[in-house]
């Protein structure tokens, strides 16, 4: 049996740069990142559109829901810019656009991917794709780790940074958090279309891209307002606006579209005499009645599926883990990403979360080496 001084439990962002980290802060140990799939990286390579939306320097705890208050003392500790220095010490080169967002120079989220795994090399760090972690437990003084075709290997420590549920709607790094003695929060998609009650509607706008001003009404009262690009989908409305507060939106809430923001009705209707032909797309304003353009209105169904989610709302309550994502149920395991409770904004705010929760682990399990 295989024995090494970390396993990382995941292939995605948290467990990659964790595996980094962990190559520069323990040299000459070994350390394995385990993969279910055959592949590291996968889920990163979709971010951003293809794009790596990796980092936003607006990042701060308004910034996230679920325990966004326990989590305020990480957040400043590892603030972005922080975190974008350790890139570019990485030799990642990276952009700033609008709203704070970072994306690598050559908007390719691949370079990303790239730059991960020729360090996790350099550094002796293994991967092992086809691993999926079933079982975890407790031997002498580190942990048997099993994977689904029964093969076992030993770590004396191990960071569990396996993602989320959203895409995959995989439940295996909660049930292996379960088996340690965690809990977990109910679990539903964020950062996800929402999916609207005139069906008849949205199926003729399908494929339409329009900027617009959305409010999120409950009765009566507005709950947010966003402006973005709204897209809509077979079933749904989506587009980052509309994921901004998809988290927030229950059935019978209010979708109200502002397709003209830039203009009052009365100086939309000098401007036209009325008529939208001139200011939206045909298939639009052939839906949406003149007098409707500034409240174009749906009503919600439900957030989309866990399986069009970008992130995953819920998993393990913070105040089971220490300041540096140690568990406190479970010594010499830490938790990192979107296995805990926090999910952020559209915008990187989730990445900066998975990177920060990565490299406060691999600091602990350092210096705890150091210490022994």
């Known amino acids: 049996m295989q024995r090494y001084a970390l396993a990382i439990v995941g292939g995605g962002a948290a467990g990659l740069l964790a595996g980094v980290r962990a190559g520069e802060r323990m040299p000459g140990q070994r350390v394995v990142v385990l993969e279910a799939n055959q592949r590291v990286g996968r889920k990163l390579l979709a971010t951003g559109n293809g794009r790596c939306n990796l980092e936003n320097l607006q990042a701060s705890p308004a910034c996230y829901f679920g325990d966004s208050r326990a989590a305020a003392p990480l957040l400043a500790l590892y ?19 609008a709203d704070g967002r970072v994306y690598p120079y050559s908007n390719q989220a691949s370079s990303v991917l790239n730059i991960l795994r020729k360090r996790l090399a350099e550094r002796h760090v293994e991967e092992r794709c086809g691993f999926p972690v079933r079982g975890i437990d407790r031997r002498g003084e580190g942990y048997l780790l099993t994977a689904a075709h029964g093969e076992q290997l030993w770590a004396r420590r191990v960071l569990l940074a396996p993602g989320g549920a959203a895409q995959t709607q995989a439940q295996s790094g909660y049930t292996l958090a379960r088996s340690l003695g965690h809990t977990v929060t109910p679990l539903h998609p964020a950062l996800v279309p929402v999916e609207v009650r005139e069906q008849r509607v949205v199926r003729a706008l ?39 507060f998809s988290r927030l939106v229950r059935s019978g809430d209010i979708l109200s579209l502002d397709l003209v923001p830039e203009y009052s009705l009365s100086r939309l209707e000098q401007l036209t005499g009325g008529s939208l032909e001139g200011v939206l797309p045909k298939a639009l304003y052939q ?32 105040r089971e883990i220490d300041a540096r994502c140690g568990s406190l149920v479970s010594p010499g395991v830490w938790l990192c990403g979107e296995l805990l409770n926090l999910d952020g904004r559209c915008g990187g705010f989730n990445l900066h979360w998975a990177w920060i929760t990565a490299l406060a682990a691999v600091e602990a399990i350092a210096k705890g080496d150091d210490a022994e």
């Open 206 to 244: 399908k494929g339409v891209r329009i900027p617009a001003a959305v409010r999120l009404e409950r009765k009566g009262k507005c709950l947010m307002e966003t402006r973005g690009e709204v897209q809509f989908t077979q079933t749904a409305l989506s587009g980052i606006c509309v994921f901004e």
């Open 287 to 318: 839906a949406c009645p003149f007098g409707e353009v500034k409240h174009f209105r749906f009503t919600a169904a439900q957030p989309g599926p866990m399986r069009q989610a970008q992130v995953t709302a819920g998993g393990v309550p913070l």
């Open 79 to 97: 603030p972005p810019g922080r975190v974008l220095a350790y890139f570019q010490s990485l030799g990642l080169v990276c952009r700033t656009l």
